[in-house]
């Protein structure tokens, strides 16, 4: 799984524009791999939506991952489900999911990200990095944080919270992540440039990083 660019669906930002067609802008200008996140809508409405978004990221050979539902991941075979600290522990996805589908895990501490590991996580989502809109109340651990948990685990990392096309190349540099996970960074405004700008920063500093 390419991690370069993690791309997490919000409605508030794509303000009325179909799911799923958001969601391809995003694939054909950059976008490795997409969460799909849905929090105040019912689960025949989840689903609905979930296998309209399977069928684009199927075209294009993206990874799509659940926000929290196993059950919606199970009934589109979405190829992952990504939980944080309130949702199902890691383990228990592991179990039900299986060996061969993708299980990430979010981590606000070193403690939190080698406990996913242990239970079978695929991948850290570390962060918040920064202050962000989308969940302001979570727990803001900067750059040092999230380089913290990269050096701890041996799975790759991707950074979240609050990362944009002007501080990409900052966190990717001096975090060591392998990616990048943006909700208004990408959906907010125009998709096509947001992304494209996201992802000339994240491979600039991965550029940099291997001199």
């Known amino acids: 799984m390419d991690l370069t660019l993690y791309a997490i669906t919000d409605r508030f930002f794509i303000k009325g524009m179909d799911i799923a067609e958001a969601v391809e802008i995003a694939i054909k200008n950059g976008v490795t791999v997409v969460q799909l996140r849905e929090k105040d809508i019912s689960s025949r409405e ?10 684009v990221t199927r075209k294009y ?10 059950d919606i991941a199970l009934a589109v075979d979405a ?4 939980v944080g600290p309130d949702d199902l522990p890691v383990g228990v996805v ?4 299986g060996p061969d589908k993708i299980v990430g895990g979010s981590a ?3 403690e939190e990200a080698l406990k996913a590991e242990k239970e079978g996580a695929d991948y850290i989502g570390a962060g918040s990095v920064f202050a962000q809109p989308v969940k302001p109340e979570a727990e803001v651990i900067g750059i040092e944080g999230v380089r913290k948990i990269k050096e701890a685990v041996s799975i790759p990392v991707v950074a979240i919270g609050g990362v944009n096309k002007t501080n990409a190349y900052e966190v990717i540099l001096h975090s060591g992540v392998d990616g990048i996970s943006a909700i208004a960074g990408i959906f907010d405004g125009d998709i096509e440039a947001n992304t494209k700008d996201m992802l000339r920063e994240i491979r600039r500093a991965f550029k940099e990083r291997r001199k």
Do not use: T
């Not at 592991?94 to 999911?97: E, F, K």
């Open 46 to 55: 989840f689903y609905e939506i979930a296998l309209k978004v399977k069928e």
């Open 61 to 70: 050979n993206v990874p799509l991952i659940i926000n929290d539902r196993v």
């Open 94 to 97: 592991r179990r039900i999911l």
């Open 79 to 82: 190829e992952g489900v990504h």
């Open 108 to 110: 606000y501490s070193v």
